[in-house]
């Protein structure tokens, strides 16, 4: 059997975590490990150290204050899903983080492995960019709106490292996904969400990278109901396509979604 020797770090504090990363610039931070781990095994990543940085207690918390409910990097889907603060403030983001994977999954992935991840089939990135969430590092804050920059793609600069997820606490909210039924994984997820006189509707599996639907919040902003997006129809170009369903497959799916989720919120 053919190894990749690598050498394995663990961080104490986000500045020693900053400190390792300058030191061996190709190294890769290591939270939950649900999708960096995979890959390492099916040879698809082979990273000369790993900085493990789920230890570090000052990134594993949930706050409620001022509007917003902050999330640490490290903490858990598990933490999250099972949140009296989380479900109080937006039991969306509770929903969905008790739906991501199975179990194992849940009790070791993390939010802040999840979002600078970007998975294309992820679900915490619907969220991100329904809510129109902050996403702190530990040299700046970034707009939902700018981090998601493509497949497995964010906004995220060398040695920089998500701390925090800050969620606006919106009006209503609910998150719907059709998931692949061995991964979990979102064929195709759709989080909407309303503010004051605003809404935002976030598509997650459909595409390569998470995006948003304009013409359903222009819609649902004046009526807020599933029938001000029943008869929008989504573009099956640039949609995904594979043995588990077909891009015109997931189009249609995407209103689908955005029915019910604007049905649950409503």
């Not at 230890?55 to 949140?83: F, M, P, Q």
């Not at 039991?91 to 983080?97: D, F, R, S, Y």
Request: with cysteine; charged share 20%.
């Amino acid at each position: 059997m053919i190894t990749y020797p690598f050498t394995y770090r663990r961080a104490k504090s986000v500045a020693e975590a900053e400190a390792m990363l300058k030191a061996a610039p190709e190294s890769k931070l290591l939270s939950g490990g649900q999708t960096l781990i995979a890959a390492m095994k099916m040879r698809l990543a082979n990273p000369p150290e790993l900085i493990d940085i789920s230890g570090i207690k000052e990134l594993d918390y949930i706050r409620v204050a001022n509007g917003a409910v902050a999330i640490g990097a490290a903490t858990t889907h598990w933490a999250v899903a099972t949140s009296a603060d989380v479900a109080k403030a937006i039991p969306a983001l509770a929903h969905l983080a008790s739906i991501i994977g199975d179990p194992a999954v849940r009790y070791k992935g993390t939010i802040g492995g999840s979002v600078a991840n970007n998975d294309p089939a992820a679900d915490y990135p619907s969220a991100v960019l329904a809510l129109g969430a902050t996403i702190k590092t530990n040299k700046r804050s970034i707009a939902a709106d700018d981090f998601f920059t493509g497949m497995f793609s964010t906004a995220l600069d060398e040695n920089e490292i998500v701390t925090e997820i800050s969620f606006p606490i919106p009006e209503k909210a609910a998150y719907k996904k059709f998931a692949n039924p061995a991964s979990r994984y979102a064929m195709v997820g759709v989080f909407a969400a309303r503010t004051k006189g605003s809404a935002r509707v976030a598509v997650t599996g459909a595409a390569p990278c998470v995006f948003r639907v304009p013409e359903m919040e222009a819609a649902l902003a004046k009526n807020f109901t599933a029938d001000a997006v029943a008869n929008i129809k989504v573009g099956a170009d640039g949609m995904n396509s594979d043995i588990h369903g077909s891009a015109q497959y997931r189009a249609h799916l995407v209103t689908v979604m955005a029915k019910r989720a604007v049905a649950e919120a409503a």
